[in-house]
Nanobody
Framework: VQLVQSGGGVVQPGGSLRLSCVGSGYDFERYIISWFRQGSPLGRAGVACWHPLDGAYYSDAAKGRFSISRDNAKKTVYLDMHSLTPEDSSVYFC?????????????????????WGQGTQVTVTS
């Protein structure tokens, strides 16, 4: 599967943004789709993930503020981000992998994923 991202941009603190990740290829609905953001020096950190068997998974930083959803007919996964803070500023990536492993084992792990989107910048600033 190939992934193409859209969305992102500049928003004020407290604002909202939607990121989209569109997949191509077959069996998109069978893929785990996870959102990561670039964080130095720890590398890419998991934000939210949609697992076809287990549903949504969120990092502690995302819980209560971010929402992940999926439209298999459009082969698209969305990340809706609310109550954004400057600490949320980063480059966000979506990633895909087909697996039956439970979401808590795989969703936070960037090394698990083999297919990546191109990344999109999110900047939260006043």
């Amino acid at each position: 599967v190939q992934l193409v991202q859209s969305g992102g941009g500049v928003v004020q603190p407290g604002g909202s943004l939607r990121l989209s990740c569109v997949g191509s290829g077959y069996d998109f609905e069978r893929y785990i789709i996870s959102w990561f953001r670039q964080g130095s020096p720890l590398g890419r950190a998991g934000v939210a993930c949609w697992h076809p068997l287990d549903g949504a998974y969120y990092s502690d930083a995302a819980k209560g503020r971010f929402s992940i959803s999926r439209d298999n007919a459009k082969k698209t996964v969305y990340l809706d981000m609310h109550s954004l803070t400057p600490e949320d500023s980063s480059v966000y990536f979506c990633a895909a992998k087909m697996s039956d492993r439970p979401h808590h084992e795989v969703c936070p792990r960037p090394d698990f994923f083999s297919q990546w989107g191109q990344g999109t910048q999110v900047t939260v600033t006043s």
